[in-house]
T-cell receptor, first 114, second 110 residues
Framework: EAGVAQSPRYKIIEKRQSVAFWCNPISGHATLYWYQQILGQGPKLLIQFQNNGVVDDSQLPKDRFSAERLKGVDSTLKIQPAKLEDSAVYLC????????????FGSGTRLTVV | QKEVEQNSGPLSVPEGAIASLNCTYSDRGSQSFFWYRQYSGKSPELIMFIYSNGDKEDGRFTAQLNKASQYVSLLIRDSQPSDSATYLCAVKGGNTPLVFGKGTRLSVIA
């Protein structure tokens, strides 16, 4: 089975610019997550989708971050405008069901804001 | 706010020894407990999960859970240099998302 696909792998932008990340989950996985992992820390949930609906976005900085999962398959996470503290790895994960044990993570997008 | 606490390390053990990694969590309603391994520059990969009090063994790995003490541990027997990585403890309750600790960096010295 193909894994979780993410792109781009790396991105460098200047502060105040905008950026978008893309994720394609494992086929058939209804639940999709975006996590932010700052260097030296564990992943922190930004948003959880169930099909094309948002289940949990309580930790998403909504003044600058947005995410969508049109048609309940692939998803896009956007940051506009970016700040220096947004430098992190953005990990997408999917699971078959919300309570499924463990997630499968994509390879992540490493964002550097300068 | 649910919290998962881990000692950041580094934890250094000689090759062939037992590595013991520990984790505590704040939410008594947590139901499922996971250990992920993350190599530098890579994404986390699931190595163990445990739901019930007691021990669960898988090859060289043993996960231990004590819900009364809100404590989870991972033992790695016969540690190898290839086990050198950051180990992330993660906790969830029901259909809620995984909450991760900061991870413990393990270094196995040949």
């Amino acid at each position: 089975e193909a894994g979780v696909a993410q792109s781009p792998r790396y991105k460098i932008i200047e502060k105040r610019q905008s950026v978008a990340f893309w994720c394609n989950p494992i086929s058939g996985h209804a639940t999709l997550y975006w996590y932010q992992q700052i260097l030296g820390q564990g992943p922190k949930l930004l948003i959880q989708f169930q099909n094309n609906g948002v289940v949990d976005d309580s930790q998403l900085p909504k003044d600058r971050f947005s995410a969508e999962r049109l048609k309940g398959v692939d998803s896009t996470l956007k940051i506009q405008p970016a700040k220096l503290e947004d430098s992190a790895v953005y990990l997408c994960a999917s699971s078959l069901v919300p309570g499924g044990h463990g997630y499968t993570f994509g390879s992540g997008t490493r964002l550097t804001v300068v | 706010q649910k919290e998962v606490e881990q000692n950041s390390g580094p934890l250094s053990v000689p090759e062939g020894a037992i590595a013991s990694l520990n984790c505590t969590y704040s939410d008594r309603g947590s139901q499922s407990f996971f250990w992920y391994r993350q190599y530098s520059g890579k994404s986390p990969e699931l190595i163990m999960f445990i739901y019930s009090n007691g021990d669960k063994e898988d090859g060289r790995f043993t996960a231990q859970l004590n819900k009364a003490s809100q404590y989870v541990s991972l033992l790695i027997r016969d540690s190898q240099p290839s086990d050198s990585a950051t180990y992330l403890c993660a906790v969830k309750g029901g259909n809620t998302p995984l909450v991760f600790g900061k991870g413990t960096r393990l270094s196995v010295i040949a």
